[in-house]
């Protein structure tokens, strides 16, 4: 067949298939389908070698019909081709090579296509095909892509650089039509190449002469050449044009200062700030501290409807909002997130109320109010936004803006702030669930990712690995470690076999720590490590970095208020556990000054909310109350003194990390330890004092959050029904099932 031009006609002037070079190496083959052939079937292209890739498009004409397009590398020699429809052959032809093809003239292309058939085609050409081929830097393609561009454009609005915004980028700023839609994707069109812009775009609400601002932000240009951005959408195509390399603020910070930057921008750049390493985040922070939002709320009236936001962490996986609301004449319909584009988002999905109060705007005392709390999931991370912004939504449809003061962004901060959201009387499982465990896992995480070991220190450690290495991590208070040190090198079992892990999770009293701890090692001579980490991470996390370290094949979860009573105790937690496979975790009684019983063993027990608690054994009874003398399989003990194996320890995971602070991760390892087909023991002939909880006091976040009731409702929900069932095995009606390890006998006493 012929690839001479064919008239115009009814069908086109490509009825009969013809090639052009698209590029030095491409070319595509063009062919109108017939108006007797159903526009919208599967055309094939078949070679004899058919080449890869092999890429088409199907675009509309003006006229109704449809045009096929196929782009390839054709081959070095003439070739015969067919296309063909469902097996059945529509035309033969012979391809010529490369060489031998004319470039595509686009004004030709273009001439019966619809306006949707060419920016199909150009949207195509600058995504599937420029990417399938490599032709990002092909002369002949960029030509291809300008003729098209000028085309289908007038002359390009200008586009201008605002400011630096990083090292080796720049914020540009242009205008849209607000009748263009979405944009899709944007390319920076040089001399030289045609390549995609790995960066986000942000359209304002506002118009000024029928057009919105467009902000994006590019690699700084390399040189001094005007070139243009092309803006794809599914309404179309923009084209504009960066001709003044000069930025007209020199400084982000003095653009931001000066301009005080509307609330939707300052949140895209924010957010862009974010995800860039080395400062980003921490400029991001700065720019919002020294000029923040005003914050805004409408205040306590007796007549008309009220509301504040004082709660909007912006996390990696949400945004947990709180704060209050009154509504005296129920008209108002709810509270909304504004997001960055101005799109009101309800935050009723997910939302608990308490009971709370406020300080009304004409009352000078406290008054009752609605509080709130709820978690918006998101798609894409705010980045470090301080200020999210909000509104107050009315049954008629009138708005009115809730802005609070900057947040934390800090994780422990931002962990202390969640802890405070509802009152402890109202944390509930309707509060935990859907609201604040998302957020308090999304915080725990990343501070997770922030925790390291910052430094070690040895005392005297031997080089032949000890049998026992005895963990304990430290938090603030070192009021015992003279006893408990003492206890320890008055024991020659201890002295023997054992190493001592200090892992200080206070590093702000490293120095302090460093010189007490050298000073008992010239006094006792105790191998010891010290272990500091970066930062406070919590129980878990510290106790989990003492056993990386450790080298002996037992391992001993160790308070530091926890003190001997008498030699001996090591060794009769130690023995049971190399000579019994069974056993897989042991604990020791602890008692308090007075003598009192503290732990003999731990089970749990639901609350009026059905959350299973940690209980000690016969906690408060004589240290000599008979039950309590009786070495038993128990459900658990207690992490104030914990001993079994390492290699047990590493198989379960250690400590798992994710509850806050300090509590339940014991009963935790043990139910882990139980699963893993091990059985827990209690032996009291190890008997030790136990300063209670001295160290936990000093943290406030615990003390006065809802730290404790979120430990022990995400410990019922991991381990409700192994609970149920062990605490069956284990607890009768008014009785303790006790099994001693010297027989396996099962005996009853009185609970």
């Known amino acids: 067949m012929s690839f001479d031009?064919?008239?115009?006609?009814?069908?086109?002037?490509?009825?009969?298939?013809?090639?052009?070079?698209?590029?030095?190496?491409?070319?595509?083959?063009?062919?109108?389908?017939?108006?007797?052939?159903?526009?919208?079937?599967?055309?094939?292209?078949?070679?004899?070698?058919?080449?890869?890739?092999?890429?088409?498009?199907?675009?509309?004409?003006?006229d109704g019909g449809q045009r096929i397009l196929w782009a390839m590398r054709p081959g070095t020699e003439p070739q015969r081709a067919q296309i063909a429809l469902e097996g059945a052959r529509l035309q033969t032809f012979v391809l010529p090579p490369i060489s031998a093809l004319r470039p595509l003239d686009v004004d030709a292309l273009f001439a019966d296509l619809s306006?949707?058939?060419?920016?199909?085609?150009?949207?195509?050409?600058?995504?599937?095909?420029?990417?399938?081929?490599?032709l990002s830097r092909d002369q002949l393609f960029i030509s291809a892509v300008e003729d098209a561009l000028h085309a289908l454009t007038a002359r390009p609005r200008p586009a201008n650089i605002v400011c630096p915004i990083a090292e080796g980028r720049h914020l540009i700023e242009t205008a849209i039509s607000p009748d263009f839609g979405e944009i899709s994707a944007v390319y920076a069109l040089g001399a030289s190449s045609i390549l995609p812009l790995a960066s986000q775009f942000l359209v304002g609400a506002d118009r000024q002469q029928n057009l919105r601002p467009c902000h994006f932000i590019i690699e700084a240009p390399r040189t001094r050449e005007p070139f243009l951005f092309v803006f794809l959408g599914k309404k179309g195509i923009a084209l504009r044009e960066l001709s003044a390399l000069n930025p007209r603020y020199q400084t982000l910070q003095k653009w931001w200062g000066e301009r005080g930057v509307a609330p939707t921008l300052r949140e895209f750049v924010v957010r862009w700030l974010s995800g860039m390493p080395e400062g980003g985040t921490a400029t991001a922070i700065d720019l919002q501290l020294r000029q923040p939002l005003p914050a805004r709320q409408i205040g306590k009236s007796a007549m008309h409807p009220s509301a504040e936001v004082d709660l909007a962490l912006a996390l990696s996986g949400g945004l947990l909002a709180g704060g209050w609301l009154h509504d005296p004449t129920s008209i108002l319909a709810g509270i909304d997130y504004l997001k960055e584009d101005g799109t009101a988002v309800p935050l009723d999905g997910n939302w608990y109320e308490f009971p709370a109060w406020a300080r009304g705007a004409d009352e000078g005392a406290k008054t009752d109010v609605t509080g709130f709390v709820a978690w918006l999931p998101l798609n894409e991370p705010l980045g470090a936004l301080l200020q999210p912004r909000f509104q107050m939504r009315l049954a008629s449809g009138a708005v009115k803006p809730l802005v609070p003061k900057p947040q934390p962004f800090e994780a422990t901060a931002q962990r202390n702030r969640i802890l405070r959201a509802v009152p402890p009387q109202h944390a509930v499982d309707e509060a935990f669930r859907t609201i604040l465990a998302p957020a308090i896992e999304d915080v725990e995480q990343r501070l997770g990712r922030t925790i390291k070991v910052e430094r070690t220190k040895d005392y005297g450690l031997p080089q032949k690995a000890p049998m026992v290495s005895i963990v304990v991590p430290l938090y603030r208070v070192?009021?015992?470690?003279?006893?408990?040190?003492?206890?320890?090198?008055?024991?020659?079992?201890?002295v023997g076999n054992a190493e001592i892990i200090y892992v200080l999770d206070s590093p702000e009293i490293q120095d302090e720590t460093e010189h007490l701890l050298g000073g008992l090692h010239l006094l006792h001579g105790l191998p010891?490590?010290?272990?500091?980490?970066?930062?406070?991470?919590?129980?878990?996390?510290?106790?989990?970095?003492?056993?990386?370290?450790?080298?002996?094949?037992?391992?001993?979860?160790?308070?530091?208020?926890?003190?001997?009573?008498?030699?001996?105790?090591?060794?009769?937690?130690?023995?049971?556990?190399?000579?019994?496979?069974?056993?897989?975790?042991?604990?020791?009684?602890?008692i308090f000054e007075d003598g009192s019983l503290q732990h003999a063993g731990l089970y749990f027990a639901r609350d009026r909310r059905d959350v299973w608690l940690n209980h000690h054994f016969h906690k408060g009874m004589p240290g000599d109350y008979a039950p309590a003398q009786v070495a038993r399989s128990v459900p658990g003990v207690t992490g104030a003194c914990l001993v079994t194996r390492r290699e047990t320890y590493e198989r379960v995971g250690g400590y798992t990390e994710d509850y806050v602070i300090g509590d339940y991760e014991d009963s935790d390892l043990c139910l882990k330890i139980r699963r893993s087909g091990l059985e827990i023991a209690y032996e009291p002939s190890a008997c030790l004092y136990h300063f209670e909880r001295r160290s936990i006091r000093r943290s406030q976040d615990y003390m006065r959050g809802v730290a404790s009731q979120y430990n022990a409702w995400l410990h019922t929900e991991r381990w409700n029904d192994d609970i149920d069932k062990l605490?069956?095995?284990?607890?009768?009606?008014?009785?303790?099932?006790?099994?001693?390890?010297?027989?396996e006998a099962t005996a009853r006493s009185a609970a």
């Open 727 to 743: 605490m069956t095995t284990y607890l009768g009606t008014g009785s303790e099932t006790i099994v001693s390890f010297g027989d």
């Open 115 to 134: 306006p949707q058939g060419c920016i199909k085609f150009l949207n195509n050409l600058l995504t599937a095909w420029r990417s399938a081929f490599r």
């Open 478 to 494: 070192l009021d015992f470690l003279r006893f408990q040190l003492s206890g320890m090198a008055t024991d020659p079992w201890v």
């Open 528 to 590: 010891m490590k010290l272990v500091v980490m970066n930062r406070n991470g919590g129980y878990a996390r510290a106790c989990n970095a003492g056993a990386r370290f450790a080298r002996g094949s037992i391992l001993v979860m160790l308070n530091s208020d926890v003190v001997p009573t008498a030699p001996g105790w090591l060794q009769a937690l130690t023995v049971p556990l190399l000579q019994r496979k069974k056993v897989g975790a042991i604990g020791p009684k602890l």
């Open 5 to 62: 031009d064919r008239t115009r006609g009814a069908n086109g002037i490509f009825e009969n298939a013809k090639a052009f070079r698209l590029s030095s190496e491409v070319a595509v083959l063009i062919w109108d389908v017939p108006a007797e052939l159903p526009g919208t079937a599967k055309y094939t292209l078949v070679l004899r070698e058919q080449p890869v890739p092999l890429v088409s498009m199907t675009v509309p004409l003006a």
